[in-house]
């Protein structure tokens, strides 16, 4: 019966283990997909600052395109700002390369760091 028992206790450990490991793996295929940490400082900033100030810089003259002057408005509508440079609605005028595009998405899905 002892036997048995620890068997039992070994069985259920390898298999707690091994559940372990395997999400410990698929964690790191999610973030596989954007390996390199984007910074808001050295990286987004610049890059609203240079493609999205023009119209988002809270000054009123350009109706209803949200503030995007500090990283907490930012921050707010992360998700917004990659769907629409998903989609390419934004910039408005002007362009952003792939990789501008793509550094925006890791951003967001890296939680909108104020890294
Ligand atoms: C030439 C002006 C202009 C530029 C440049 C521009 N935007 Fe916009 N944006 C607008 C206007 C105007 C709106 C209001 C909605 C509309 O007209 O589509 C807007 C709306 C938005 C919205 C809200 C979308 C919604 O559904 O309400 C987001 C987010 C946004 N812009 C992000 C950006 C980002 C990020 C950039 C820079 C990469 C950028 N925009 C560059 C003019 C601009």
Redesign the pocket.
Known sequence: MRRVRFLTKVVVLVLIVSSCEYNVENEDIVIGDCETVISYSSEIRP??DT??M???NGDGN?????D?TTYALVES?AG??K???QSG??????S?TTAEIEA?KCWVDNNALNN
């Not at 350009?62 to 949200?66: G, H, I, L, Q, V």
């Not at 609605?89 to 002007?94: D, H, L, Q, T």
């Open positions: 890059l609203i493609n999205c023009p119209c988002h350009t109706p209803f395109a949200p995007l509508i917004l700002i769907d629409v440079t609605r934004m910039p408005k005028e002007g952003l925006i």
